[in-house]
C-alpha cells in the first residue's frame, strides 16, 4: 500500500478566500483522486487528477471553483476557490493502482469556512 | 446511475459479538468493491477488497462477501472489541471510479 500525507491537516478560512490542498504520495502512482466529505455524509469523487494534463470533473463539480494540479506522478495539490461556508467538509486524496484498481486514501484536510 | 445502500446506518452490539453489515448496489457491472473504515475526523483505512471475479475475503476477524448477480455484499466481524467502533463504508468501483455508501456507525460497548 502506498503511505500519503496531506498538508494542511485542517484550516479555518474567511469566507471568499481560496486555499490549497497538498497530496504527497511515497510512490509513483498511476490514478490520483480527490473528494469531498461534507458533515455527516459520505465521499463524494471532486476529480481524477491526470498527470500531464487537464482533471477529469465529476458531475457538480467545475474547474473554476476546484483547480487541480498533477505536475508528477507522487503529488497533486487541490484549491477551493472563493469559499463560502457550504465548502466547509473534509477533502481527502486517494491514490489507485492500475493492477487491482484498490484506493488508498491519505488522512483528509479539515476544512472549516466562516 | 450507480447507486449504494447501506444497512444499518447505525448499530450497537456489546463486546465479544459477531456481527454483520450489508451493502447493496444497483448496478452489477462493477470492477471491485471495498469495504473502509472510518474513525471520527480522520481519513480512510482500507479493510478489504473483492474483486468482480472473487466471492470472498478474509482479513484477521474480518470476512467480507461478495454476490454480484445481486448487487450485495456483506462484512462479518468476528468477536467484536470496542476498538473496532467506527464508520464502516463500501465502495464500488466501476469505470475508475468508487461509488460510497453512507456507511454504517457501529459502537461496540465493553
Known amino acids: 500500500s502506498a503511505v500519503i500525507s496531506q498538508k494542511p491537516s485542517r484550516d479555518i478560512c474567511q469566507r471568499g478566500t481560496s486555499l490549497t490542498i497538498q497530496c504527497q504520495v511515497d510512490s509513483q502512482v498511476t490514478m490520483m483522486f480527490w473528494y469531498r466529505q461534507q458533515p455527516g455524509q459520505s465521499l463524494t469523487l471532486i476529480a481524477t487528477a491526470n498527470q500531464g494534463s487537464e482533471a477529469t470533473y465529476e458531475s457538480g463539480f467545475v474547474i473554476d471553483k476546484f483547480p487541480i494540479s498533477r505536475p508528477n506522478l507522487t503529488f497533486s495539490t487541490l484549491t477551493v476557490s472563493n469559499m463560502s461556508p457550504e465548502d466547509s467538509s473534509i477533502y481527502l486524496c486517494?491514490?489507485?493502482?492500475?493492477?487491482?484498481?484498490?484506493?488508498?486514501f491519505g488522512p483528509g484536510t479539515r476544512l472549516t469556512v466562516t | 446511475k450507480q447507486e449504494v445502500t447501506q444497512i444499518p446506518a447505525a448499530l450497537s452490539v456489546p463486546e465479544g459479538e459477531n456481527l454483520v453489515l450489508n451493502c447493496s448496489f444497483t448496478?452489477?457491472?462493477?470492477?471491485?468493491l471495498q469495504w473502509f473504515r472510518q474513525d471520527p475526523g480522520k481519513g480512510l483505512t482500507s479493510l478489504l477488497l473483492i474483486q468482480s471475479s472473487q466471492r470472498e475475503q478474509t482479513s484477521g476477524r474480518l470476512n467480507a462477501s461478495l454476490d454480484k448477480s445481486s448487487g450485495r455484499s456483506t462484512l462479518y466481524i468476528a468477536a467484536s472489541q470496542p476498538g473496532d467502533s467506527a464508520t464502516y463504508l463500501c465502495a464500488v468501483e466501476g469505470g475508475g471510479k468508487l461509488i460510497f455508501g453512507q456507511g454504517t456507525e457501529l459502537s461496540v460497548k465493553p
Open positions: 448496478d452489477s457491472a462493477i470492477y471491485n
Open positions: 486517494s491514490v489507485g493502482t492500475a493492477r487491482t484498481y484498490e484506493q488508498y
